[in-house]
């Protein structure tokens, strides 16, 4: 969370989120009235923050990460527009997303130009999927995967994996970090672009796939930038 997300527990009256991200902030609500809903309800979810800020109450509405990078923030003001509510002020508070996050615990692999890639095709067609993955590995950016793998859907991890095989090397480093410094359960692996879906994949982790210049230093990743040494 960033320092102004810490003012903000002071000024609301509601706070509006999942219900795991909604525990997750727990410790920093007081008096707040608590709207959490489940998975896949983020349009209804939407819609009750407008009708409550309709109706004058101040309302936080949360998304893990940063709420403008596969977050909130998009549908909200949608929903807006739909509701003819656009007069209702919104502040967008910029968070740390996981691709950030990940980064940080490997090392430096995103200092050069890269791409992020949710796996999840709940919203998006995995062609279109597909085709962003092919093209991201053509233009040899470094390529951060969220949602890399799920119960359900475990073949497109191979097939992405398989994809960038054509354009890198198999001993291209790649990074998989799980729940982010989200706290004590974070783990951070180092692997291989022709190894690394053997190790533990789900829907926590973020997988960081370096470009041709991306190397190991000791226990550390790291994309150069250019500059002459």
Known sequence: MTARVAEVWQEVDTVAGYKTYIELIRP???????????????????????????????????????????????????????AGR???EVEVIPGITAAN?????????????????????????????????????????VIALYNPK?????????TVRELILEHRRPETPVGIVREALRGTETSVMISTLDEFTLKPIDMLCTVIIGNSQTKKIGPYLVTPRGYQL
Do not use: K
């Open 150 to 158: 799920s119960h359900g859907r475990t073949s497109q991890i191979e």
């Open 86 to 88: 656009l007069d209702i």
């Open 101 to 141: 996050a990940a980064a940080s615990l490997l090392g430096a692999p995103l200092m050069h130009d890269f791409a992020v890639i949710s796996l999840s095709d709940l919203l998006t067609p995995w062609e279109v999927i597909e085709r962003r993955v092919r093209l991201a590995a053509e233009g040899d950016f």
């Open 28 to 82: 920093f609500l007081t008096q707040q009235e608590i709207v959490a809903t489940g998975m896949r309800q983020e349009l209804e979810r939407c819609q009750e923050v407008v009708r409550l800020a309709g109706l004058g109450r101040s309302v936080a509405l949360v998304s893990s990460g940063d709420a403008g990078i596969y977050g909130m923030a998009g549908i909200l003001l949608e929903c807006l527009e739909q």
